[in-house]
């Protein structure tokens, strides 16, 4: 069965450090996405992604973070300077029809110290 | 950020017996709502979902349910296995210009233990 993956499983790095989280999303899929869980909170949406372009964003996408699809399988998220609080796991996901049934990958834990 | 609550961490119940979890919303302009289970070290995996338009929607074991005027929304599962002891994730989403409906703001989650 066809499944999002996401590279790496757990990055340790330094407080504004750059990071780069890697997916490779479903191959059929059109919709992509970022969302974040901090330890004992809700998942959360960050972007979504379509035709090579960001269509939304949360308040907590600022400018430190962003989003690219450099090749015709890979979605990256680039967080440019990282700090503490970006200290989660983040889920890509993506879908083929834009209705919310989102096929998520298993996360990537991050922790900056 | 409250719009979506499940208002019970946890829920424990017997094999074979049916298990109801309940997701409250406050925004009136959700109007596609669906319920995620999660493992642990996993992903969240979809398992269902219900427009507006309807008030129910079954598939197989689960069963939502969709109360708009109370802004409520329920997922009976029966009968409940070992296998479904997961954490339960509600959701919902609205319409918009460019995602569609991928935009979805979840709840807290349950955790749901069925016991053999």
């Known amino acids: 069965e066809p499944e999002v993956t996401q590279t790496p499983s757990h990055q340790v790095t330094q407080m504004g450090q750059e990071v780069i989280l890697r997916c490779v999303p479903i191959s059929n899929h059109l919709y992509f996405y970022w969302y974040r869980q901090i330890l004992g909170q809700k998942v959360e949406f960050l972007v979504s992604?379509?035709?090579?372009?960001?269509?939304?964003k949360s308040e907590i996408f600022d400018d430190q973070f962003s989003v690219e699809r450099p090749d015709g399988s890979n979605f990256t998220l680039k967080i440019r300077s990282t700090k503490l609080e970006d200290s989660a796991m983040y889920f890509c996901a993506s879908s083929d029809k834009g209705t919310g049934e989102l096929f998520f990958g298993e996360g990537s834990r991050l922790t900056v110290l | 950020d409250q719009q979506v609550k499940q208002n019970s961490p946890s829920l424990s119940v017997q094999e074979g017996r049916i298990s109801i979890l309940n997701c409250d919303y406050t925004?009136?302009?959700?109007?596609?709502f669906l319920w995620y289970k999660k493992y642990p070290a996993e992903g969240p995996t979809f398992l269902i979902s219900i427009s507006s338009i309807k008030d129910k929607n079954e598939d197989g074991r689960f069963t939502v349910f969709l109360n708009k005027s109370a802004k409520h929304l329920s997922l009976h599962i029966v009968p409940s296995q070992p296998g479904d002891s997961a954490v339960y994730f509600c959701?919902?989403?609205?319409?918009?210009?460019?995602?569609?409906?991928?935009?979805?703001?979840f709840g807290q989650g349950t955790i749901l233990t069925v016991h053999p």
């Open positions: 992604f379509y035709n090579n372009e960001i269509s939304e």
């Open positions: 959701a919902a989403s609205r319409e918009t210009g460019g995602t569609s409906y991928g935009k979805l703001t």
């Open positions: 925004n009136s302009m959700f109007d596609y």
